[in-house]
């Protein structure tokens, strides 16, 4: 096991960890590790020996050899061309730029958009103005943005907006699986990357 791989096998780690619907804590006290420990592994800031991702493995009823090809199958280098439309039914001018199911969601909007709702999301968003204008509404305030410009949204930020210019591109950022709610406070469950692209907004 070399080093890139001890990094990378944070993630099989915690996916394998929630799959089970095990805490940190329940891990710890199986594998003999501390909970510290366990999240910097599932984190990736720390690299697990052998004998250490040995231990997890056997907590989490699996072997090293299998979380390392779980880790493995997990790597992803994907690019989407300009112009091209992946998923989703929010039609030709809505694209996802980030294919499949990912902890990354980026959906890229042109032209004329109204999101005609509010949304709420648990986590951070992103939003940068790559041609074109936009007008958002955030916290009781108006920010006009044109190109070049960036918004940044905190986890639990109300928002709406709107394109406001024929030639606008728009690219949002987020991390998947966040919740909206429209004006009447129904909660929506947004798509994790690949589906409706007007999740997004």
């Not at 305030?141 to 394109?163: C, I, K, N, P, Q």
């Amino acid at each position: 096991m070399d080093d890139k791989e001890t990094l990378r096998v944070g993630t099989a780690v915690r996916r394998r960890r929630k799959s089970l619907a095990l805490t940190l804590a329940t891990v710890a006290a199986r594998s003999g590790l501390s909970v510290p420990f366990l999240s910097q592994i599932e984190n990736e800031r720390a690299r697990p020996s052998t004998r250490s991702l040995e231990r997890v493995a056997k907590a989490l009823e699996t072997t090293a050899a299998e979380l390392i090809d779980a880790a493995d199958s997990g790597r992803t280098v994907d690019v989407v061309r300009a112009g091209q439309y992946d998923g989703g039914d929010g039609g030709a001018d809505v694209r996802c730029v980030v294919r499949g199911r990912h902890q990354l969601r980026a959906t890229e909007y042109t032209g004329e958009q109204d999101t005609g709702r509010e949304f709420q999301h648990h986590g951070d968003e992103l939003m940068y103005i790559a041609d074109g204008a936009a007008e958002v509404e955030a916290e009781g305030r108006a920010y006009r943005l044109e190109r070049g410009d960036t918004l940044f949204l905190s986890g639990g930020v109300r928002h709406r907006w709107r394109a406001t210019e024929a030639g606008t591109r728009i690219l949002v950022v987020a991390a998947a699986g966040t919740v909206g709610h429209d004006d009447d406070g129904e909660t929506d469950t947004r798509n994790d990357g690949g589906g409706s692209a007007r999740a997004d907004g």
